[in-house]
């Protein structure tokens, strides 16, 4: 079985965010890109499922610009074999990039599609599920656990109160969780040896997609920073605080 990763390039999630004086974004010049973190996590399954001889291959799919290959090889280097980069320099946004990866379905007709639950960009969470709706595929999101059964998958997702474990036919769309799996480090040899693996560049164009961003940022702010803090003198205090002015307890 063949699958598809999708993987974003995302700021680093150690970068401190700092909005832009004109508020249309976040600041991206001279700050640390690199793979949406459940990306990795996505990436680590499908090497896990091919060492554990459910999958035969393993093909990374980045929607972006030429500066994503980074992100790529970054794959490959985990364990991937070969890269697609859907080259734009449109802002993507999850319909485009949903569109985008159904017609690399089309092209490489992966049993599975592994896909992070999030990219921490956008916090969009939509990726995977237009994905699923556009191809008329099941789909398994918020993945902790996944196995092959009986040429299936089940799925096991965290849901309020306990775990739901699901059974999926293939082929069928997972998104990763954070508790799935711990993403291994690519090594110094692997980092080099991904060097030489096949990345493709194709042209959204080419695959026929229209990336045009559906939807437009009218504003991004900061959070409102934390007022000061009081001490009080004893918990009757509080309990009066929290009464009368917060109005939290009753
Ligand atoms: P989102 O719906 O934007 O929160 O993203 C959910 C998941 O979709 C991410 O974790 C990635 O696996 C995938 N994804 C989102 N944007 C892209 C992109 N530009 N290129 C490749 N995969 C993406």
Redesign the pocket.
């Known amino acids: 079985m063949k699958i598809l990763c999708?993987?974003?390039r995302v700021v680093d999630y150690n970068v401190k965010i700092r909005v832009k004086t004109d508020r249309t974004g976040v600041e991206t010049a001279n700050v640390k890109f690199s793979m949406?973190p459940?990306?990795e996590i996505?990436v680590e399954e499908a090497v896990r499922l091919k060492e554990a001889g459910v999958a035969t291959e393993i093909v990374v799919?980045?929607?972006?610009p030429a500066t994503a290959q980074d992100t790529l090889r970054t794959a490959l280097a985990m364990g991937a074999d070969r890269a697609i980069l859907v080259q734009t320099d449109t802002e993507?946004q999850?319909l485009g990039?949903a569109k985008a990866l159904k017609a690399i379905v089309a092209q490489e007709a992966p049993g599975l599609v592994i896909?992070?639950?999030?990219?921490i960009d956008?916090?969009?969470?939509?990726?995977?599920q237009m994905l699923a709706a556009l191809l008329g595929w099941g789909q398994g999101t918020f993945a902790s656990r996944i196995a092959a059964a009986d040429g299936g998958l089940t799925v096991t997702r965290e849901v309020d109160g306990g775990m739901e474990t699901l059974a999926l036919p293939l082929p069928a769309i997972v998104?990763a969780d954070l508790r799935l799996n711990e993403p291994r480090y690519a090594t110094l040899p692997n980092i080099m040896k991904a060097k030489k693996k096949p990345l493709a560049t194709v042209t959204p164009d080419a695959l026929g997609v229209d990336l045009t961003p559906r939807l437009t940022t009218l504003s991004v702010s900061e959070p409102p920073g934390r007022s000061g803090g009081v001490k009080l003198p004893d918990v009757a205090t509080l309990v009066a605080k929290l009464k009368n002015e917060a109005k939290v307890i009753p």
């Open positions: 999708a993987v974003k949406n459940f990306d996505a799919v980045t929607v972006g993507t999850p990039v896909l992070g639950k999030q990219a956008d916090d969009c969470n939509q990726t995977g998104t």
